[in-house]
T-cell receptor
Framework: DVKVTQSSRYLVKRTGEKVFLECVQDMDHENMFWYRQDPGLGLRLIYFSYDVKMKEKGDIPEGYSVSREKKERFSLILESASTNQTSMYLC?????????????FGPGTRLTVL | GENVEQHPSTLSVQEGDSAVIKCTYSDSASNYFPWYKQELGKRPQLIIDIRSNVGEKKDQRIAVTLNKTAKHFSLHITETQPEDSAVYFCAASDGNQGGKLIFGQGTELSVKP
């Protein structure tokens, strides 16, 4: 069974704080993704990565950055959190680099920015 | 880029009835169309997917149909049960960026006993 874990289920931060969200997968998957989920908007892709130290912008990258130093770990960074970044953040992984395939999701982190 | 529209946003059916959720996409190069189910408080999980070389795929009470000419695909759930209540998301692969999926807005399905 593929296991994708995220560092926190719930997080509360203040405006302007630097926020780190971590995702780890244990199946040696090459693709990793960060989405945010908002009611009525579905899942929107923030950033994704095909390989270590590689990153690609998704559809809503503004205000976010990512880091992939190891194959199994993909971090999402909010450099200066703002209230409009309050959302559910979902990490996902996929088996093959650059190939459309099943994505396996983590449990999500509900971030509230006050 | 790819755009995916999903309808309806909410759907309420009686137990035993069928439910149909429809999605349209814009990129003719899309070739992979998965459906995810997300129960309340849980992660999205793949329930069925279809590739562009196939017109229909079934798995027990769930089926997906794809019309490449019209650029739409649909999820059909027959004999619905209360445990089918969840949010369902369709997605389409991005024709230009391998591995990337574009998701629809989601459909909240409620199955009343």
């Amino acid at each position: 069974d593929v296991k994708v874990t995220q560092s926190s289920r719930y997080l509360v931060k203040r405006t302007g704080e630097k926020v780190f969200l971590e995702c780890v997968q244990d199946m040696d998957h090459e693709n990793m993704f960060w989405y945010r989920q908002d009611p009525g908007l579905g899942l929107r892709l923030i950033y994704f990565s095909y390989d270590v130290k590689m990153k690609e912008k998704g559809d809503i990258p503004e205000g976010y950055s990512v880091s992939r130093e190891k194959k199994e770990r993909f971090s999402l960074i909010l450099e200066s959190a703002s209230t409009n970044q309050t959302s559910m953040y979902l990490c996902a992984s996929g088996r093959l680099a650059g190939s459309t395939d099943t994505q396996y999701f983590g449990p999500g982190t509900r971030l509230t920015v006050l | 880029g790819e755009n995916v529209e999903q309808h309806p946003s909410t759907l309420s059916v009686q137990e035993g009835d069928s439910a149909v959720i429809k999605c349209t996409y814009s990129d003719s190069a899309s070739n992979y169309f998965p459906w995810y189910k997300q129960e309340l408080g849980k992660r999205p999980q793949l329930i069925i997917d279809i590739r562009s070389n196939v017109g229909e795929k079934k798995d027990q009470r769930i089926a997906v149909t794809l019309n490449k000419t019209a650029k739409h695909f649909s999820l059909h759930i027959t004999e619905t049960q209360p445990e089918d209540s969840a949010v369902y998301f369709c997605a389409a692969s991005d024709g230009n960026q391998g591995g990337k999926l574009i998701f629809g807005q989601g459909t909240e399905l409620s199955v009343k006993p």
